[in-house]
């Protein structure tokens, strides 16, 4: 492999094909590379939510009880957050397309799995692959888009990014719901191993296979003789050793720096998930007539409207005024649904949703790159998504005891707390949170 000085480099990538994009190219916003990714991602999230809003339903039908089945939901939340670090870390080393593929396949791995499940055990094990996959996927399609865009465009394309992220999450479980009724368990994880084909076939057309912004150990010679052979393999043996070594460290498992951005959006994930999973209980518990749907179409929807109007604000607005929004249409959300008594409360909840979490997924993720720095952006968003990971947990969890031990009237006020939590965090580390590297 010849790299720019003419050296022959012995490091091997999957990607042959040449990394730098014409000159016309480099400051487009959206190139072909970028739409490919992304439409990667849409089949990658979407095929994993519409599982996860009836994978506890499944483990009942084989006889799980109300704790177990939390345990099967949750377990691929719980994997995904310790093998983040990990995949974040490679994400840095190796090609962003190799990992995305390896996570795209352990995904159809787990498919196939939930088809063939017949106890609650191989079901567990099912999402343990999953959450492996999903560490995978979702920390390096982040780090590969930030890396195919132009820094001037980052806000914008991580917004872009950031809509088909969320929009998956907002239709997946609405599709996961209406299949499982129509058609049954076993026939909705067959169109979800289908949304992962297409990802991984979609993951194969990328012309740019993302390599890593931080070196390898590489070697380099513009004609060196073979007496040298046997120097520069020991000077290389060293070199890896030291860097195994280098890597065994807290700063190359998480970016430091994006810890406390990390928790401040933990704080609107809480919320977020815990809607997810308790919102049908919530009607039902109050007896309500309304349909749980709308809200995930109306979440959508506004998403989109938002994304595309405000995409230019993204690089122009502080994260201080995002967070500002962004905690407000929070607690409106949250209010929303505490009030509730017809369809026309879910949908100002879907909207201020959308511009709560949704925006603040995209403003969270951008800052994230933004302090960590291109060489270090696989490490950024691995430990922004922890703070998803955390959320997913910690919500549905947390739900669970609000929802056993209160009064449902105080269900959703209770995670109002989460919003000066997470102005606290913010207050502490802003500096932190504000800093830059380039």
């Not at 914008?156 to 599709?175: D, K, R, S, T, W």
């Not at 997810?276 to 749907?293: E, G, K, M, P």
Request: aromatic share 10%; with cysteine.
């Amino acid at each position: 492999m010849v790299d720019h000085t003419g050296g022959v480099s012995a490091t091997t990538e999957l990607d042959a094909e040449p990394e730098n994009p014409p000159t016309r190219n480099r400051d487009r916003l959206i190139t072909r590379d970028v739409a490919l990714v992304m439409l990667a991602t849409f089949f990658f999230m979407t095929s994993n939510m519409v599982v996860n809003p009836i994978i506890a339903g499944y483990g009942e039908s084989m006889g799980a009880t109300g704790s177990l089945m939390g345990v099967i939901a949750g377990a691929m939340s719980f994997v995904s957050l310790f093998c983040r670090p990990i995949a974040g870390n490679l994400s840095d080393l190796v090609s962003k397309r190799l990992l995305v593929a390896v996570g795209t396949a352990l995904y159809i791995v787990a498919g196939v799995m939930y088809c063939a499940a017949q106890s609650t055990g191989m079901l567990i094990a099912a999402r343990m692959v999953n959450g492996l996959g999903f560490a995978c996927g979702t920390v390096c399609l982040a780090t590969w888009v930030s890396l195919l865009l132009p820094i001037r465009h980052m806000g914008a394309g991580m917004g872009l990014y950031g809509i088909v992220n969320a929009l998956a999450i907002a239709v997946g479980p609405a599709l996961g719901i209406r299949l499982q009724t129509a058609v049954g368990y076993r026939w909705t994880f067959v169109a979800s191993l289908t949304l992962n084909a297409c990802a991984f076939v979609t993951v194969l057309l990328v012309r740019n296979g993302g390599k890593p912004a931080r070196k390898t150990v590489t070697m380099q010679t513009a004609g060196g003789s073979p007496a040298s052979d046997s120097s520069r393999e020991s000077q290389s043996d060293r070199s890896a050793s030291h860097m195994l070594r280098h890597r065994l460290r807290l700063r190359n498992l998480v970016e430091p720096k994006v810890i406390p951005l990390a928790a401040v959006f933990m704080m609107f994930a809480i919320p977020y998930f815990a809607n997810q999973s308790f919102l049908v209980d919530y009607i039902f518990a109050r007896h309500l007539h309304v349909s749980s749907d709308l809200f995930f179409v109306f979440y959508a929807v506004a998403l989109l409207l938002l994304r595309l109007t405000l995409r230019n604000l993204f690089d122009s607005k502080g994260f201080r005024f995002w967070l500002t929004v962004c905690s407000l249409s929070m607690l409106a959300m949250l209010s929303s649904l505490t009030f509730m008594t017809n369809s026309w409360y879910l949908l100002v909840a879907g909207v201020t949703m959308a511009a709560s979490y949704g925006l603040m997924s995209s403003v969270t993720q951008a800052q994230a790159v933004v302090i960590a720095g291109c060489a270090r952006s696989g490490l950024a968003n691995s430990t922004y998504y922890m703070g998803i990971d955390l959320g997913m947990t910690l919500g549905p969890v947390l739900a669970g005891v609000f929802y056993g031990h209160l009064p449902i009237a105080w269900f959703y006020p209770m995670f109002m707390l989460s919003m000066p939590m997470a102005w606290l965090i913010y207050l502490s580390f802003r500096r932190v949170i504000h800093s830059k590297n380039a």
